[in-house]
C-alpha cells in the first residue's frame, strides 16, 4: 500500500471549495513535515504549502496564502489541505508530500508522494 494516499479532489465552480486529504499508512509521519504541491498540464510540479512536523508552523505559497489553509492531525497520520475561493488557475493534480523533520519546498527533495487528486476549478 502507498504510503500516501489523497482523497477529496474534484470539479467545482470558481469561489468554491474543497477539501483534500491526505492518509498516511504503513509507518508514523508524526516526526515528518507534511506538505502539498500541484501541477498544471504542461507545467512544472510547484509548492503550495508545508505544515512542520509539530503542526506549530505553516508556510505557503503567494498565490494561495489567505485562501488555503493546511493542517495535520498526527493521532489520525493524516494532514488536509481547505481550498477557499478556488481560481480556475488552481486547476491541477494535487500531490501529498512528506520530508523527515524539516520542510522543504524543493519537489526533489521530498522523502514520500502520493498518486495525486485531481482539482478541476471552471469559471
Known amino acids: 500500500q502507498a504510503p500516501l494516499v489523497e482523497s477529496g479532489g474534484g470539479s467545482v465552480q470558481a469561489g468554491g471549495s474543497l477539501t483534500l486529504s491526505c492518509a498516511a499508512s504503513g509507518r508514523t509521519f508524526s516526526t515528518y513535515a507534511m506538505g502539498w504541491f500541484r501541477q498544471a498540464p504542461g507545467k512544472e510540479r510547484e509548492f503550495v504549502a508545508a505544515i512542520s512536523w509539530s503542526g506549530g508552523s505553516t508556510y505557503y505559497a503567494d498565490s494561495v496564502k489567505g485562501r488555503f489553509t493546511i493542517s495535520r492531525y498526527n493521532a489520525k497520520n493524516t494532514v488536509a489541505l481547505q481550498m477557499n475561493s478556488l481560481k480556475p488557475e488552481d486547476t491541477a493534480v494535487y500531490f501529498c508530500?512528506?520530508?523527515?523533520?524539516?520542510?522543504?519546498?524543493?519537489?526533489?527533495?521530498?522523502?514520500?508522494w502520493g498518486q495525486g487528486t485531481q482539482v478541476t476549478v471552471f469559471s
Open positions: 508530500t512528506a520530508r523527515r523533520w524539516y520542510r522543504s519546498e524543493d519537489p526533489l527533495n521530498q522523502d514520500y
